[in-house]
């Protein structure tokens, strides 16, 4: 087991009616004026926002409203919500959506302490040296960004999309009420069924063993087997959006990451990091991007650590056998039926992409940072190695 | 699934050498002079508390010392504790030891932010407004104070040991480096391992499902069964010491408990109340005392949800049967080969009681607050109830 650090501080509220918590608890977090931050109009039609509203008079919270956030959330956007806060002197973000929105309100955050342009951050030029309090009501279980330290912007002028991890970010408070996902669509539920599933694996498939960590992780993910499909079917099954919500936010706590090691980070991220150019240049739904390129990346790194791709395909898939590279290979394919069952992607063809030579040069330089940066850490990957990835996954 | 709060703050830094990060976490906590807080001579022969004052001395944090915390314990050294603090105008507390040694130290943090005896608190006579600032090092994986709300204290003037539970309590920073419990002996450790289990198995055992939490559990129960035996068999074998306590921490931190039912409480609780009176009656160790009482207890509770025993039975102690009653049986038989394999006692004589119809009928009074309260939720049991289960644990 690596040494390891863990803080995930989000006071969390979880079930039915929690939402109208949110104007007492920016008050208790010493909020006057929050900034209501949202995406498209469901959170409006469906009255949320009218709840939302009422909450925070009822606390005698101040608030303004930014609205028109989309899905890999654009930093034209955070820039209008830096510029918005600092005009009205909001001390307090609440983002009502789902991770699209929380990432954008933390990178708001980022933004009000920092004097320079906000996509400095995410390039790295410099470490985020503060944030604003930010809490969040989330409509949607994919992205775990409610108790994550984690914040992923798209610059459209460049077609890049960049991460920044740190505990400041990481909200004061989440309400998860599970009631709120009813509505969200098949293939969004599946989508975000696949993130979450995304990012226990992305700690999960690294070099050496780590328990409890390990055991919980694959705890995690067969849940996320179980319930994704009831929801589909079911999408007012309260049980298995429960399971989802939860399942989500614990997939990116930091849980399943402890004791785990990396090439210098905690677990592999390598689909993450293909996944991420993908949404840049096609804004894809990440969900569905990490769904179609996980097979190819899994063939490709598997003979790596066959050991460990068994053991995954043995506890989580319930595949049988002693040799551990045929165990490992089953693994791999039952988890892609279970993909296709959900109605994801599970090649790049299916998630409605064909690529040329020269986008699949672009994605493999992109990603690796002009050839300046490797990915992964069950198998190191290189700018070639990143290409092949892309050239499989077609 | 319930609705749940969940709120686990405490800073953790895991592994090899971290203890040394105390000083420097204590000055960014804000803390200028802290209380040493630790139990016999062992923290003294290893060089630990040495290093610990290296540490605070380093990050120019002044210190006063307080040893003599034992087992179970007291609130006299509590006092004496709240009445040092006051005078040497402590700001920071810093337990150095085991649980016994952490919920001292959040006692006198209670203490310190209220004027009446601190006793008051533990009776329940009012609930704690605020709290001091506390930190640990942790020398023993058993009871989760290091990441949990509670707080369990003795008062030897009347034989009662009563806890408290408030957020407040929790510690700000852990510090776990598992070689820091190479020297804990075979019994301890078995104890330990047992209370560990147990903190999971209370919120387990309640009516109803909560996902994932329940695979979560069960993940963490299966852990312990496994490294248990083999830290008690190389006491320097770090993956198992280290699995031990971070599962003691996840154990207790409220993660097992996520989405939990209860009669008016998440979990049942009933053998950790049983347990209380028997450590606070005959001072025994607090790990031993629960192995010692939980197989009377699950046989008697179990008839109310023969379903929930026999899932404990089938997915942690790998009991196979289509019928849940006898699948349940056989998973408490399980259980107590597993107690018993560790060195552990599973019923009073082997802990090395032999009590007569007065101590009964005492501690079932005492437990039952005077025939005032009742106990449990997955069955709910009263004084009469208490007094059989004694009765049968002998």
Redesign the interface.
């Known amino acids: ?18 939402e109208t918590l949110a104007g007492e608890l920016i008050r208790g977090f010493g909020g006057t004026k929050a900034l209501l931050h949202y995406g498209g109009g469901s959170v409006v039609r469906s009255g949320l926002l009218d709840r939302m509203i009422a909450s925070l008079e009822a606390a005698g919270v101040a608030h303004v409203e930014l609205g028109g956030v989309v899905p890999n959330p654009r930093v034209s956007k955070v820039r209008e919500g830096i510029e918005l806060c600092r005009r009205e002197g909001v001390d307090f973000l609440l983002a009502v959506g789902g991770g699209s929105v929380i990432d954008s309100a933390k990178a708001i955050g980022y933004g009000l302490a920092y004097d320079g342009d906000v996509w400095d951050l995410y390039e790295h030029k410099c470490a985020p040296k503060g944030s604003t309090p930010t809490g969040c009501v989330l409509t949607l279980a994919a992205t775990g960004s409610e108790m994550s330290d984690s914040s992923v912007i798209s610059n459209e002028e460049n077609g890049k999309k960049r991460g920044v991890n740190n505990d400041l970010c990481r909200c004061r408070f989440a309400l998860l009420n599970p009631e709120l996902t009813y509505t969200v669509p098949a293939y969004q539920t599946a989508a975000g069924s696949a993130d979450i599933i995304s990012h226990t694996m992305e700690r999960y498939f690294s070099h050496g ?1 780590s ?3 390990d ?2 992780a ?3 993910i ?2 996320v087997l ?2 994704a499909p009831r929801a589909i079917k079911n999408p007012e099954d ?2 298995a959006r ?2 989802l919500m ?2 989500g936010s ?1 997939s990116h706590n930091g ?1 399943t990451g ?2 785990r090691g990396g090439h210098g980070r905690v677990g592999d991220w390598a689909c993450h990091q293909l996944e991420h150019e993908l949404s840049g240049m096609f804004d894809v739904t990440h969900g569905a991007g990490l769904a179609a390129i996980w097979g190819a990346w899994s063939r490709y790194v598997m003979p790596s650590d066959p050991a460990r791709f068994a053991r995954f395909a043995r506890n989580v898939m319930g595949v049988d056998g002693a040799d551990d590279t045929a165990a490992a290979f089953a693994g791999i394919e039952a988890y892609e039926r279970f993909l296709r069952e959900i109605g994801m992607p599970t090649n790049l063809r299916e998630l409605g992409l064909t690529l040329d030579e020269k986008q699949l040069d672009a994605l493999a330089y992109n990603c690796s940072f002009q050839g300046t940066r490797d990915i992964g850490s069950i198998r190191v990957l290189e700018q070639a190695d990143m290409r092949e990835i892309y050239r499989l996954a077609q």
């Open positions: 087991m690596e040494n390891f650090h863990y803080c995930a501080p989000t006071r969390v509220e979880f079930g039915r009616g929690v063993t328990e409890p960590t055991s919980l694959e705890a995690l067969r849940t179980e319930m309260y049980d429960a399971a939860w399942a614990l849980l402890c004791g």
